[in-house]
Each structure stands twice: as C-alpha cells, then as structure tokens.
C-alpha cells in the first residue's frame, strides 16, 4: 500500500488545515496509521497515530489542536490542525505505525508563517 499525503500549504499563525492521506489499497489491514512531520533540520516525528478502530494519540506539541481520524471505507487518513504556530512549520507525512512502510510518500509542506 502507498500512502500520499496532501493538503498543506502556506497559512498563518492561528489558520487551521486539513490534510488527507490516500491510500494507493485497503488500510483495513493496517492496525495503526499515523501522521509524521519533519521539520527543517530535525529529524522526523509522530505526532498523532490512529488505530483500526479509531482510538487516537497526540503529542504533546499539537494535543488539543490536532484532530486525526481515519475513514476505512475510504481509505483514507485525515490531521485537523487548528491554532497552527509557526513550529508546526514541516513537511507531513502519514505511514503505518509503528513500522512504517518504505519508501515514504513525498509528504505535504504546511508552512505557518505571518
């Protein structure tokens, strides 16, 4: 299965995005999915993981901001972000969790700047 994120984009300070993940087949099959970010000249994070039947996790950075879910009929996994700060500045990725899949999608770019 691929995964490919989209959504990002340039926003300020206090905006909110939705980003979405397609999935190239079915991610029934796949316990747990998550949203990751990389933000410049840091190493890749996770910051929100989903399971098959929807129990979430965050953060502490984007807890209560960030909002994942995931539609299996769609195969589709979603990241409210809302209150966006400019260290949320990354590109985003979402992948399996806890053993991603390789190789990563492109990821999505979510600038936060004024």
């Known amino acids: 299965v691929q995964l490919q994120a989209y959504g990002g984009g340039l926003v300020q300070p206090g905006g909110s995005l939705r980003l979405s993940c397609a999935a190239s087949?079915?991610?029934?099959?796949?316990?747990?999915l998550g949203w990751y970010r990389q933000a410049p000249g840091k190493q890749r994070e996770l910051v929100a993981p989903v399971g098959s039947g929807g129990i979430a996790n965050y953060a502490n950075s984007v807890k209560d901001r960030f909002t994942i879910s995931r539609d299996n009929a769609k195969n589709t996994v979603y990241l409210q972000m809302n209150s966006l700060k400019p260290d949320d500045t990354a590109v985003y990725y979402c992948?399996?969790?806890?053993?991603?899949?390789?190789?990563w999608g492109l990821g999505t770019l979510v600038t936060v700047s004024s």
């Open positions: 992948n399996a969790v806890p053993r991603p899949f390789h190789p």
């Open positions: 087949g079915s991610i029934l099959s796949i316990n747990a």
